[in-house]
Nanobody, 119 residues
Framework: QVQLVESGGGLVQAGGSLRLSCAAS????????MGWFRQAPGKEREFVAS????????NYIASMKDRFTISRDNSKNTVYLQMNSLKLEDTAVYYC????????????WGQGTQVTVSS
């Protein structure tokens, strides 16, 4: 089991920045990748970015690669999502998730943190 707690969401004006954090606890030694996803009102959840827990290799959805940066601090068991130049359409609940070694899917999820971008 891995427990995830997101933080850092809030209300920000368009063009502003936020940094989300996701602290992991539990069986973190078995983490393969950590990812950020988001779900906007009335829309399906979508992938944002992921990072290899040991390798640091990153993947992004192409539309966000220039504005969002995923990083991790293994000493703190924490992954971050730096979001710059925020747009109204970035408004969503952001979730972090964990894919364990040997797993095919992201099996553990946080409770989500709300990001609201205003004009």
């Amino acid at each position: 089991q891995v427990q995830l707690v997101e933080s850092g969401g809030g209300l920000v004006q368009a063009g502003g920045s936020l940094r989300l954090s996701c602290a992991a606890s539990g069986r973190t030694v078995s983490v393969y990748r950590m990812g950020w996803f988001r779900q906007a009102p009335g829309k399906e959840r979508e992938f944002v970015a992921s990072i290899g827990w040991n390798t640091g290799t990153t993947n992004y959805i192409a539309s966000m690669k220039d504005r969002f940066t995923i990083s991790r601090d293994n000493s703190k068991n924490t992954v971050y999502l730096q979001m710059n130049s925020l747009k109204l359409e970035d408004t969503a609940v952001y979730y972090c998730a964990v894919c364990l070694v040997g797993a095919d899917n992201y099996d553990f999820w946080g409770q989500g943190t709300q990001v609201t971008v205003s004009s």
